[in-house]
């Protein structure tokens, strides 16, 4: 994501918080990104430019971003940790090493990877090993994202192992960020939160 497209964004996010909504953006970020020795303080400066706390920004790291420069990755994600961003890695359980950057990285989260998510109900391996992945998770003290959540058994699965933060179509397709407030301030999301 170009620096442009990252300040769009964060305006559209302070537009959405000063209209009293407690969101956060999700932003991947790619190898590039992860070897440019000041990202942090470019994020920072951003945050600061739009008045938005660190908290409401949180960035996803995909295995594959830190095969290539890991030392490098490490402290650019540290320097992010320790401003107070938010760190995923995104798309846990589909890689070879995920073990091991759980105990190295500074993560906040996982994501479990929507190929695992789409047999729930299916495939009673896949629901084994998400519930590997969330306790694992709490283990070692971070919080859980679902991906690619499309049934309303799926969102059960979830709940029922107080996993909350999830995403997918079935609360709604992508959408430009003009429609997101009409959506947050529509009866019908208001119903689904409750």
């Given at each position: 994501?170009?620096?442009?497209?990252?300040e769009?964004?964060?305006?559209?996010m302070?537009?959405?918080?000063?209209?009293?909504y407690?969101?956060?953006?999700s932003?991947?970020?790619?190898?590039q990104?992860?070897?440019?020795?000041?990202l942090?303080?470019?994020?920072?400066?951003?945050?600061?430019?739009?008045?938005?706390?660190?908290?409401?920004?949180r960035?996803?790291?995909?295995?594959?971003?830190?095969?290539?420069?890991?030392?490098?990755?490490?402290?650019?994600?540290?320097?992010?940790?320790?401003?107070g961003?938010?760190?995923?890695?995104?798309?846990?359980?589909?890689?070879?090493?995920?073990?091991?950057?759980?105990?190295?990285?500074?993560?906040?989260a996982?994501?479990?990877?929507?190929?695992?998510?789409?047999d729930?109900?299916?495939?009673?391996?896949?629901?084994?090993?998400?519930d590997?992945?969330?306790?694992?998770?709490?283990?070692?003290?971070?919080?859980?994202?679902?991906?690619g959540?499309?049934?309303?058994?799926?969102?059960?699965?979830?709940?029922?192992?107080?996993?909350?933060?999830?995403?997918?179509?079935?609360?709604?397709r992508?959408?430009?960020?003009?429609?997101?407030?009409?959506?947050?301030?529509?009866d019908?999301?208001?119903?689904?939160?409750?």
């Amino acid at each position: 994501m170009t620096q442009q497209l990252l300040e769009r964004a964060l305006a559209d996010m302070a537009m959405w918080r000063a209209a009293g909504y407690e969101l956060y953006l999700s932003v991947n970020l790619s190898t590039q990104h992860l070897e440019q020795p000041a990202l942090a303080e470019t994020i920072l400066a951003l945050l600061e430019k739009y008045q938005l706390p660190a908290h409401c920004l949180r960035f996803e790291i995909t295995e594959s971003a830190l095969m290539r420069d890991q030392q490098s990755a490490i402290l650019t994600m540290q320097a992010l940790s320790d401003s107070g961003i938010k760190l995923a890695l995104d798309d846990f359980g589909t890689g070879y090493s995920s073990l091991k950057y759980l105990k190295e990285l500074p993560l906040d989260a996982i994501k479990i990877d929507r190929s695992f998510v789409q047999d729930i109900g299916i495939d009673h391996n896949d629901e084994t090993i998400i519930d590997a992945m969330l306790s694992m998770a709490n283990s070692l003290g971070l919080y859980c994202v679902a991906e690619g959540v499309e049934t309303e058994q799926q969102l059960a699965f979830f709940n029922k192992r107080s996993c909350f933060l999830i995403q997918g179509f079935l609360f709604s397709r992508p959408l430009p960020a003009a429609e997101l407030l009409a959506l947050l301030g529509s009866d019908d999301f208001a119903a689904s939160q409750a």
